[in-house]
């Protein structure tokens, strides 16, 4: 069954510290990676995607890690900001004859203090 | 450019009501998703779309709920009748054609709540 797992689920952190969210799947077959960030009330918002011949990529303060042989991902965010408090999901893709298909994680609820 | 445009932004119906929700994807997109997120949960996919072709509806509850994409643009999605447990935010995102890097555009969604 294809499923992807993240921890963890939810995470307090003081305003410009560093985290680091964790994404394990056993999608397969895969195709790419995909992190979003959905603040409340919102739509999720891509901060990056990742082939299979990928294994860091950075968007501004966030930088993802893949390990397609141990199947896992990271999401880094550096020096943290209020604004950064949001839900964080990995996704992962497999490429079929309709395009995309896009398995969601359940997310890791971020939160960033004073 | 304009996003993906979603209507309306909240319903609230009671059980066995019927529902529709509306979704404008991003102009020239052909790929078109429809999906269920409930609260605390990841969205889980309910129908994908290519033009106005279904290519994935095998988690589509289809005895109650249904999905049309006119003239491959536009897309609504109903439910009828509803269920309490259908309580849930519809999420409609958008591609472009198939490639492997395609970004997937979502729109702020539609929260129904069943009472």
């Known amino acids: 069954k294809n499923q992807v797992e993240q921890s963890p689920q939810s995470l307090i952190i003081l305003e410009g510290k560093n985290c680091t969210l964790q994404?394990?799947?056993?999608?397969?077959?895969?195709?790419?990676l995909r992190w979003y960030k959905q603040d409340t009330g919102r739509g999720p918002v891509s901060l990056t995607i990742?082939?299979?011949?990928?294994n860091t990529k950075s968007n501004g303060r966030y930088t993802a890690t893949l390990d397609a042989d141990t199947k896992q991902s990271s999401l880094h965010i550096t020096a943290s900001q209020l604004s950064d408090s949001a839900s964080y999901i990995c996704?992962?893709?497999?490429?079929?004859?309709?395009?995309?298909?896009?398995?969601f994680g359940t997310g890791t609820q971020l939160k960033v203090e004073l | 450019e304009a996003g993906v445009a979603q209507s309306p932004r909240y319903k609230i119906i009671e059980k066995r009501q019927s529902v529709a929700f509306w979704c404008n994807p991003i102009?020239?997109?052909?790929?078109l998703y429809w999906y269920q997120q409930i609260l605390g949960q990841g969205p889980k996919l309910l129908i994908q779309?290519?033009?106005?072709?279904?290519?994935?509806d095998s988690q589509l509850p289809k005895d109650r709920f249904s999905a049309e994409r006119l003239k491959g643009v536009d897309s609504t999605l109903k439910i009828q009748p509803a269920k309490l447990e259908d309580s849930a935010v519809y999420l409609c995102?958008?591609?472009?054609?198939?490639?492997?890097?395609?970004?997937?555009?979502f729109g702020q969604g539609t929260r129904l709540t069943v009472v």
């Open positions: 779309f290519q033009n106005n072709g279904v290519v994935d």
């Open positions: 996704v992962v893709g497999i490429l079929t004859g309709g395009g995309n298909k896009l398995t």
């Open positions: 102009s020239g997109h052909a790929t």
């Open positions: 990742m082939t299979f011949s990928e």
């Open positions: 995102a958008s591609s472009l054609e198939l490639t492997v890097n395609t970004e997937a555009f």
């Open positions: 994404c394990n799947y056993t999608v397969s077959p895969f195709s790419n």
